[in-house]
């Protein structure tokens, strides 16, 4: 049996693979797999970029438990089976007129991957998504069925909202959702000092803000989002545009663009300049979860810091230096985005209002040296990675980062003592 990833640089030959359909069939296959000595690891869409998801024990796939349980009108609070892909809970939520708070840029991962690794999408003022969780139940190593909440085994429910897949299995998260609303979208070209200048108030009055930079130039896309008010008629990009933009542009000549980039690296920074112009400015509004949302069919692979806010302008700049200096060409756009701290033990954004800076490189070209070297730009910046996105750090580096690391650890200790859900590389980032 083999499994591998999205991005195709993580693989694994698990010793047996599960798929329950209901929460009684997943403890119990936690059970018999602890109880026979056998590690056990859910895995949700293989987008991690990370060996978090890697295996040689017992693989649980949750596509069969992937409904949606309820939606309270009222209290707005969605509970969802944990192996829900999030475009399905976007659609789930649009027929009952919900829709949650933020998104990444992607929704084709679980409910429960996203969660477990911290998944955020970008705005000054929303956490990521783990901070909309209000309940969740797990089944634990020794094939009990808990629920957490902020009542509920608080240490548990704390810790668990971004758990590694550390702490136990996800079956089902609760969620606070929202009425559902439209988000006027506005892209922008604009060049780098222009943006950095203009930071703090980009980031501050825009509900999403994000900019992608284009290595070998000085230009950048920018892309603010805002809600758009509830009487207001919203006007999606036509589908020719769309088609033509999205997909032909962003994903068949971006693929076309970095291929020719891979075989002759000579090119990328006329290739990035071209591109950036060819990025016009273009003003839509439609549902928050189609504006927010892209496709992503170039394969990739992603290292993703987060950094005080204040640090982005040394970040973008380290990246530059480190690109010049090794001579680099790197056909991937810079991509910053940014978060409200929050209160989750793990999360990139634990404690401090946050900015995150993605640095890729398109699969099958070589990316250890400019990621080892962004690395140390973001560690002389007390830089968190993101724990599905590809990063160097050990334990008691990451110990540093964290606050309240051995807070995690002490509940990983009590729910899971003999690593159960333990795999290398929570062997490598928790100790
Ligand atoms: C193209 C692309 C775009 C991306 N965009 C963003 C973005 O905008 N923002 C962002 O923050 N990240 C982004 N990511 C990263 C992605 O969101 C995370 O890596 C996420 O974890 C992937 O979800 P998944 O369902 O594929 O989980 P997997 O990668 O399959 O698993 C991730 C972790 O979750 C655990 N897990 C899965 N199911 C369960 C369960 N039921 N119970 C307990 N643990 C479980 C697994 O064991 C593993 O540890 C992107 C990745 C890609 C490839």
Redesign the pocket.
Known sequence: MSWS???GNQAASPSSLVTPRDVDELAAAVKAAAEGGHRV??????????S??VTDGMQ?D?SAMAQLVSADQRTQLVTVQ??M?LRLVNRALAQVGLALSN????D??????????????TGARIG??STQIRAME?VLADGSVVHTSADERPELFSAARV?????????TVTLQAEDAFALQAQEQPMALPEVLAALDDLVGTNEHFEFYWFPHTTRTLTKRNNRLPADVASSPLNRGRALLEDEVLSNGLFALTCRLGRAWPALIPGINNVAAQLMGARDYSDASHRVLVSR?RVR?V?M?YAVPVAAVGEALAGIERVIVKQDLRVSFPVEV?FAAADDIPLSTASGRDTA?LAVHMFRGQPYERYFRAVESVMNALDGRP????LHYLEADTLRQRYPRFDEFRAVRNAVDPDGC?SND?LERVLG
């Open positions: 990833n999205w991005a690891k859910a895995i949700g869409s293989g987008h991690s970029f990370t978090i998801g649980v949750l944990a192996g892909p998104l990444g840029d992607i084709v991962q679980t409910v429960a991957g996203a969660l477990s690794t911290g998944t955020h999408g990521g998504l797990l758990g590694l897949g550390a702490l136990g299995v996800l079956a992503r990739f992603e993703e985005r995150y993101h724990w599905g996105k859900f590389y």
